[in-house]
């Protein structure tokens, strides 16, 4: 069994968090024809186009940073159905916080009991030094915002594949089919 090849993020996007005062600094990013095309291939989609963000970034709980913006592209996908090619655009806010790794290892020390609040914000993430890499964040944001199941306009799938209700009715529960078994066997 051959180990996972992990593909560098094509994007860099990086701020110093010591950098950081009481005004916000403002992040323009627009990827070039590499970057985009890199994009493709780390995406596993067919092209990414005129792929920017805009963040503007401020300081945080003193030693972090809070992240605010949006990210947006044309993407080119294939139709789940067709093949065809599918033209989206993806526009996904961005808002994440970022905190020393060393202060997040402190917090976490109590024990390996988690609560997950589902309706609190996202817990910051980790950083190491004084970088802090927004190049993951944004490609995070712009994933989020891609279509699973891309369909082209007017593209269905053939009646064959299609069931009806009635059929889905008929089919046994399987576990009704290995309690028949059972029963057969018993006697």
Not at 3 to 30: C, K, Y
Not at 126 to 137: D, F, N, Q, S, T
Request: charged fraction near 25%; hydrophobic fraction near 45%.
């Amino acid at each position: 069994m051959r180990a996972a090849v992990e593909m560098p993020i094509p994007i860099q996007i990086d701020i110093n968090a010591d950098s950081l005062g009481s005004t916000p600094s403002h992040i323009n990013f627009r990827a070039d024809a590499a970057a985009c095309k890199a994009l493709a291939v780390y995406l596993k989609v067919d092209s990414v186009d005129n792929f920017q963000a805009e963040l503007k970034v401020t300081r945080w709980r003193k030693h972090g940073a809070k992240v605010q913006g949006v990210v947006s592209a044309d993407i080119v996908q294939q139709c789940v159905v067709t093949l065809a090619p599918v033209h989206s655009k993806v526009t996904e806010p961005v808002d994440a916080r970022f905190l020393p790794a060393a202060m997040l290892e402190k917090a976490g020390a109590d024990g390996p009991e988690v609560t997950v609040d589902p309706l609190a914000d996202d817990p910051p993430e980790p950083y190491v030094g004084r970088i802090i890499h927004l190049g993951p964040l944004v490609l995070e944001y712009l994933a989020l915002g891609i279509e699973a199941y891309p369909r082209a306009p007017g593209a269905v799938l053939p009646a064959g594949l299609i069931r009806t209700d009635a059929e889905n009715e008929k089919r046994a529960n399987p576990f009704q089919v290995l309690a028949q078994l059972r029963n057969k066997m018993k006697d």
